[in-house]
T-cell receptor, first 112, second 113 residues
Framework: SQQGEEDPQALSIQEGENATMNCSYKTSINNLQWYRQNSGRGLVHLILIRSNEREKHSGRLRVTLDTSKKSSSLLITASRAADTASYFCATDSTSGTYKYIFGTGTRLKVLA | NAGVTQTPKFQVLKTGQSMTLQCAQDMNHEYMSWYRQDPGMGLRLIHYSVGAGITDQGEVPNGYNVSRSTTEDFPLRLLSAAPSQTSVYFC????????????FGDGTRLSIL
């Protein structure tokens, strides 16, 4: 079974607005990663947050992690049409198996 | 530096046929993985490898075989294709250790008739 679940499943916003997507997971983790997938392409790593971190920034991206609620959020500020893509969270586990489990993704559409 | 290269990009098979999906990386990454992506289900791990000669099963390994004879290559074999294996297949690699990002190929789109 998949460990990460994202919501919403789909999100449509206007260019310039902020986009927030959430990820929930089930077991203890070492770290959580966010990836972007453009249509017809492979996934591209965006940002990683470790279990002992609460917030991380990278350019227009802001990620938060709440290990007590087993959830993370990805905020994209000042969205652009080029941000249109699917976004996935991926979690490892503390069991040491080095496997990453991906969520079902959020499809973001940014309207120009 | 090509990253992760998958071939072929598209393939149509008949039920019962076998084939090998190729994956090669030129980043000297120890870890490599195969995923399948189906609509509404995200990515599911098929098999993974933590180094040459070492492979292990993921979440959905049935019907697939892998081997890792070199660091660079990690082929995925479909032994007897079934319509349920129609999917998009992604190969990924990363350096060993925790908290490392994965690098993905652009996928192989496979249809089983």
């Amino acid at each position: 079974s998949q460990q990460g679940e994202e919501d919403p499943q789909a999100l449509s916003i206007q260019e310039g607005e902020n986009a927030t997507m959430n990820c929930s997971y089930k077991t203890s983790i070492n770290n959580l990663q966010w990836y972007r997938q453009n249509s017809g392409r492979g996934l591209v790593h965006l940002i990683l947050i470790r279990s002992n971190e609460r917030e991380k920034h990278s350019g227009r991206l802001r990620v938060t992690l709440d290990t007590s609620k087993k959830s993370s959020s990805l905020l994209i500020t000042a969205s652009r049409a080029a941000d249109t893509a699917s976004y996935f969270c991926a979690t490892d586990s503390t069991s040491g198996t080095y496997k990453y489990i991906f969520g079902t993704g959020t499809r973001l559409k940014v309207l120009a | 530096n090509a990253g992760v290269t998958q071939t072929p990009k598209f393939q149509v098979l008949k039920t019962g046929q076998s084939m090998t999906l190729q994956c090669a990386q030129d980043m000297n990454h120890e870890y490599m993985s195969w995923y399948r992506q189906d609509p509404g289900m995200g990515l599911r791990l098929i098999h993974y490898s933590v180094g040459a000669g070492i492979t292990d099963q993921g979440e959905v390994p049935n019907g697939y075989n892998v081997s890792r004879s070199t660091t660079e290559d990690f082929p995925l074999r479909l032994l007897s294709a079934a319509p349920s294996q129609t999917s998009v297949y992604f190969c990924a690699s990363r350096v060993q250790g925790n908290a490392q990002p994965q690098h993905f190929g652009d996928g192989t789109r496979l249809s089983i008739l």
